[in-house]
């Protein structure tokens, strides 16, 4: 029998209007939006500390340059972390692959595009060995990843004889340090990275548009309008302020296009398409993704090619940056990869991340580096600082994971 409530108890008081409806969105999409206001706060941190330098126009420019290859591969670790799995090799791929790049452009006088394709392939190639041994064999990804490190690292050393390779031809360094030209000639502001900017704007609009009209239409739970308005004069009003902040040095930077572009393509993929739909299945339960019919080795084995690839093109840009190929290339960019992915929100247990968490986990730390740098940090105290906020992103899923428990 349920006891009757004490009626000089005062019933809990929940948060009624507007202010309810804001609270229950955000607390409902704390680990979507979280990683955002955090960014923002940091750049607006660095800002004061750094007496405005920090949104200078070639600071922002640098934060792409410097992290675009940090991005490319943060978007193929977000599905290996998704499956259920994890990559160690990222760094010793990307190091790899650039350095046969470099070897077929500058000693065999290869066609820079031709030597590219070929190194994406064999980053591709690579990416089938590890997932076949993970996906069919059951060798843990830890343990197979971590073989495949050092494995490439030391072929890495043995294609480059242990000296650096280069330089290189402008149109493949161009790939890294190139802007977007600017057909209208100013000297000024550089009007096609507007433009580009604009049409990026009303893209994204429109694509939010249409998802609240589905979620309408099939009668799922979505956003006040007010803050669905909100959201989106942000977004916008955020693109056309860094873009008018690049504008002012010389515009887009190529790296910068090329990870909007693959940004878009894993949003599509992830959101719109079956085989997205069936990573996240395979990430929050093999089991049963396995009983409905999903070929979860597949998938498994599917995620670490595109990995594989991702690394490669991840180690063309940063070859191209450095006009060199070296052996030392690459180190810790598998830390960096990695914590791009936990910091943007994806899950220590798998099943949960997204992409654009992923990349803004990337340019929060692009942006670390660059404030610390400015603030003349030392590198044992920024490796400190990353480190805490790698702890302290994991702490929160874990965190999350049993109070939903």
Do not use: C
């Amino acid at each position: 029998m349920t006891a009757a409530p004490d009626p000089a108890t005062p019933a809990p008081v929940k948060a009624t209007g507007a202010a309810g409806e804001l609270l229950h969105f955000f607390r409902s999409n704390a680990r979507q939006y979280g990683m955002l206001v955090a960014l923002v706060v940091a750049v607006a941190i660095f800002q004061v500390a750094t007496n405005g330098i920090m949104l200078k126009p070639l600071n922002v420019t640098n934060i792409f340059l410097q992290n675009g290859y940090i991005v490319l591969m943060a978007l193929g670790m977000l599905l290996i972390i998704v499956v259920g799995h994890i990559d160690l090799s990222v760094g010793s791929v990307a190091a790899f692959t650039g350095a046969v790049a470099a070897v077929l452009m500058v000693n065999q006088h290869m066609d820079p595009i031709v030597a590219s394709l070929v190194a994406l392939g064999i980053g591709a190639l690579i990416g089938a060995w590890q997932g076949f041994w993970v996906a069919y064999m059951a060798i843990p990804s830890f343990i197979v990843t971590l073989s495949g490190m050092l494995l490439f690292r030391g072929l890495t050393l043995f294609m480059l004889n242990g000296q650096p390779v280069g330089p290189f031809p402008g149109s493949f360094r161009a790939i890294a340090s190139g802007f977007l030209p600017d057909p209208f000639g100013g000297d000024g502001l550089k009007l096609s990275s507007l433009i580009l900017a604009g049409v990026l704007s009303a893209l994204v609009v429109y694509i939010d548009f249409r998802g609240r009209r589905e979620e309408h239409k099939y009668g799922f739970e979505s956003q006040p309008i007010y803050l669905f308005i909100a959201r989106n004069v942000g977004i916008v009003a955020g693109i056309m302020f860094l873009a008018f902040l690049m504008s002012q040095y010389e515009g887009l930077p190529n790296v910068l296009v090329l990870v909007l572009a693959l940004t878009g393509l894993y949003i599509f993929v992830t959101n719109r398409t079956v085989v997205g739909r069936r990573i996240y299945a395979v990430g929050g339960n093999a089991k049963a993704a396995m009983l409905s019919g999903v070929n979860s080795k597949r998938l498994v084995f599917l995620t670490f090619v595109n990995m594989g690839v991702l690394a490669a093109l991840g180690g063309l840009v940063f070859a191209a940056r450095l006009n060199s190929a070296t052996p030392k290339a690459g180190n810790g960019f598998e830390l960096d990869v990695i914590a791009a992915a936990f910091v943007g929100g994806a899950s220590a247990y798998g099943g949960v991340g997204t992409v654009l968490g992923a990349v803004i986990g990337a340019l929060f730390l692009g942006v670390l580096n660059i404030g610390m740098g400015i603030l003349s940090i030392g590198i044992d105290y920024q490796q400190a600082i990353k480190a805490l906020v790698l702890l302290g992103a994991v702490y929160f899923d874990v965190s999350s994971k049993r109070k939903a428990g």
